[in-house]
């Protein structure tokens, strides 16, 4: 069945998105003035920058642990195609943890697409990652209204893992400790290749198409459902496409040049 988003959870979204957007203010201020100490090596310039990819890479950081307990220990679904799939929509009970991980997801991402013009760093995939904010956001309501948290849960995993690695080798980049950056760099290649690229794949994309036509719903949620998986694979595009830059920068590498986030040239 569908829910309709209870009042209380509006208002919980309301005030943790604007909780995030006055926190992450104060929080990338306060980076900045610690920078502007000296005590850590990083340009001035740079400064901006490394307050964003600070703010990220712990929410990022807090975020992925609190979901993969949920995924693989309290529910254990995360492990099995059938535990994720099975008994949906029928025998699914919608908890207080996964219920909280998930507003607190589609809070960040909320507000990731609404401050996307100030915040953000005008880099040359400005336009790809504004889309794919407001991807992941229709995506994790929607996947909210039919309760479908098991495998929403599964993409949000997969994709922020890599997202800590890449805000924290950035900050690495921004800093001048090259070393650091390079080894960041190449475990971020092989984790991102691993859990969006071929997990994603297989643990979403291909159980959509093959779970999902098995699934007894009103036609109404059918829609839903198929605008859902169009919006998924949407996302796979992205990963696709940002995978090739990450190939790019690697042919740099290889010649010996420096590595660097090709999308702020």
């Known amino acids: 069945m569908v829910v309709i988003l209870p009042k209380q959870d509006f208002e919980f979204v309301f005030a943790l998105v604007t909780s995030i957007t006055f926190g992450r203010f104060i929080f990338q201020r306060l980076v900045e003035l610690f920078l502007g100490l000296g005590w850590v090596n990083c340009e ?10 600070a703010f990220k890479s712990v929410y990022y950081s807090m975020i992925w642990p609190f ?17 994720a799939w099975g008994s949906w929509p029928n025998n699914w009970t919608f908890g207080p ?18 401050v ?23 995506l994790v309501w929607c996947s909210y209204q ?34 650091v950056a390079n080894i960041m760099f190449i475990g971020l290649m092989v984790i991102w290749f691993v859990t969006r690229i071929i997990l994603f794949s297989y643990k ?42 990450m190939i790019a920068a690697s042919k740099r590498f290889l010649k010996g040049e420096k590595v660097r986030d090709t999308r702020e040239e």
């Open 116 to 138: 996307h013009f100030h915040y953000e760093t005008k880099r040359s995939d400005f336009w790809p990652m504004f889309a794919h904010h407001v991807i992941t956001s229709i």
């Open 204 to 245: 979403c994309l291909w159980t959509c198409l093959a779970y999902g036509p098995q699934m007894r719903v009103p036609w109404g949620e059918v829609k839903l459902y198929l605008f859902c998986v169009v919006l998924l694979h949407l996302i796979g595009v992205l990963n696709v496409f940002w995978f090739t830059q």
């Open 97 to 114: 943890l996964p219920r909280t991980y998930y507003l607190i997801q589609l809070s960040f991402y909320v507000h990731s697409t609404l």
């Open 146 to 179: 039919m309760e479908m948290y098991r495998v929403g849960m599964m993409v949000l995993i997969l994709c922020d893992l890599s997202d800590i690695l890449f805000e924290n080798g950035k900050m690495m980049l921004y800093c001048g400790y090259q070393k």
């Open 67 to 83: 979901g993969v307990y949920i995924a693989c220990f309290q529910e254990g679904f995360f492990w099995s195609q059938d535990e």
């Open 44 to 53: 001035k310039s740079k400064h901006g920058k490394f307050a964003e990819s």
